[in-house]
């Protein structure tokens, strides 16, 4: 009997004793995993909030590309746009100004023959015969002609024509990819519209090679002149 009261005591002391020390180291463990728990869960969070980050960087770069392009191509289509607006100027100016050249050209052409032929003309007697006389030279005439208010207006015109076709060419020299042809077209065009001006605004050479060279530079321009319309707008 004392050995089993002896061996209650000892259960009793050693339960009075371990378990103060169990349930302490217990709660130890449940504070440690309370505290892997939620550190577990501020790095998740933390994973989260770097994933959702990267995502929307992933995403604002994407944007920025995609921005990037866009304004690119936006940018490109505006030279062109320009580029295709000033070409079809440019072709227009040129025609204007081979028109005014043209009938320029050919009143001087006209005022030239007539003085040497004497032939009478109700557009040309003015220059060949100002007093009712013939002048005695066809410079003569020609120079009446040029000091003419009318005649010197119009070549006027043409020169200013000149000045604004070479701006606009000037413009066009660094064609765009897919308008080098085009580009190409128009130069000749700008060739031939040169050589028919100087024509009106600078005559040299006889009756004969003026008449001859203005017949083949107004051809020229024309034929150049159609040729350039495959490249430009109606």
């Known amino acids: 009997t004392q050995d089993i009261d002896a061996r209650h005591e000892a259960q009793q002391m050693a339960q009075d004793q371990v378990a103060p020390i169990y349930e302490e180291i217990y709660q130890d463990m449940v504070k440690l995993m309370d505290a892997n728990t939620e550190h577990g869960d501020k790095l998740e969070k933390i994973l989260t909030m770097v994933?959702?980050?990267t995502l929307i960087a992933i995403?604002?770069?994407i944007v920025v590309a995609i921005g990037g392009i866009i304004a690119t191509n936006s940018h490109k289509k505006n030279l062109e746009t320009r580029y295709a607006e000033n070409m079809d100027q440019a072709s227009y100016t040129m025609l204007m100004g081979a028109s005014d050249a043209e009938d320029?050209?050919?009143?001087?052409?006209?005022?030239?023959?007539n003085a040497i032929y004497e032939d009478t003309d109700s557009e040309t007697d003015k220059y060949t015969r100002p007093n009712g006389w013939w002048v005695s030279d066809f410079n003569d005439a020609l120079r009446n002609l040029f000091a003419d208010s009318t005649f010197c207006s119009q070549i006027a015109d043409i020169e200013e024509n000149q000045e604004s076709v070479a701006e606009l060419m000037k413009q066009l020299k660094n064609p765009p990819a897919g308008y080098e042809e085009a580009y190409e077209a128009l130069k000749e065009y700008y060739s031939a519209y040169l050589e028919?001006?100087?024509m009106a605004t600078n005559?040299?050479?006889?009756l004969q090679s003026y008449s001859s060279n203005f017949n083949e530079a107004d051809s020229n321009a024309l034929n150049c002149y159609n040729a350039m319309r495959l490249y430009i707008g109606d």
């Open 203 to 206: 005559p040299s050479g006889s």
């Open 59 to 61: 995403i604002a770069v």
């Open 196 to 198: 028919l001006t100087n």
């Open 51 to 53: 994933e959702l980050i």
């Open 104 to 113: 320029a050209a050919n009143l001087i052409n006209k005022v030239w023959r």
